[in-house]
């Protein structure tokens, strides 16, 4: 008998130099499947079409901005258009299959087929988004514009508030605005505080990232600060059982309580 066949380190070796093709080609559909990877194409497909379909004379984009914000927490902004007509502030989502929601709901749904998985909403997400560039750039809440761009093969199943979009469309809603509301001076201003205010791109920021929001969301539940939109916590009463809470000091705009037990 062949010594060979009865070697196992050959076998395996035999196996493995047959076989890491496949496994290579393994590594790299679960890559690309990653939230991490889907996150970046999302912002890249955004990103695209930004530079593709809007007047790069009137509308300069920042993208991928994280900011450190005076309570030392951090925010991260998928695309921000500074122009004439006002700082637009993106928040992209690439998800497939069914999207549940509504503007007043914490968290929404992504259905696909039988799976459901639920998820921050993202007018929520992106109020925050829009606070920290008022206090970072010192510029009237009246200059920021909120719009959030649903892209990959999903579809909405519930009626969206007017600056949700899916695909591309979100374009057309940023060229309504033709009202000047920043003059060239304040645009150049909101520029240079950008590029002097931003954390570094790199995995390291990233990482950080996350841990300071991991840190925020486990915080406990009678914080000062509003763990959705920074805002303050403050003692309100139900009116229907007198029962008391903490409820965010931004409401209508977030509506994130903390029942009192």
């Given at each position: 008998m ?71 927490s ?8 500074v ?38 909403n ?16 010192g ?6 514009i ?9 579809k ?83 009116r ?7 409820g ?14």
């Amino acid at each position: 008998m062949d010594l060979l066949m009865l070697d196992p380190i050959a076998i395996y070796s035999t196996v493995f130099s047959n076989a890491w093709p496949i496994f290579l080609l393994i590594i790299v559909i679960l890559f690309f499947k990653s939230p991490f990877m889907k996150g970046k194409i999302g912002e890249g497909i955004v990103n695209f079409t930004n530079l593709a379909t809007l007047d790069e004379n009137i509308y300069t984009p920042v993208k991928n901005v994280t900011l450190t914000l005076k309570d030392g927490s951090t925010t991260q902004i998928d695309h921000i258009l500074v122009s004439k007509h006002g700082i637009f502030v993106i928040e992209t989502k690439n998800m497939k299959g069914w999207i549940f929601g509504g503007e007043h709901q914490k968290e929404w749904t992504q259905q696909n087929f039988k799976q459901k998985h639920k998820f921050q909403n993202p007018l929520h997400q992106n109020y925050r988004h829009t606070k920290a560039l008022e206090e970072v750039l010192g510029l009237p809440s009246s200059a920021f514009i909120s719009v959030i761009a649903f892209v990959g093969d999903c579809k909405f199943k519930t009626e969206m508030p007017s600056n949700v979009f899916r695909g591309i469309s979100y374009t057309s809603y940023i060229r309504s605005f033709t009202q000047e509301k920043l003059d060239p001076l304040q645009i150049r201003q909101a520029l240079n505080k950008l590029q002097n205010k931003r954390l570094e791109q790199s995995f390291q920021t990233d990482r950080s990232h996350i841990s300071n929001l991991k840190e925020r969301f486990d915080k406990p539940v009678d914080s000062d600060n509003c763990p959705k939109c920074g805002g303050s916590m403050v003692l309100r009463q139900n009116r229907n059982n007198g029962n008391s809470f903490y409820g965010c000091s931004n409401y209508p705009k977030c509506r994130h309580t903390v029942p009192i037990a």
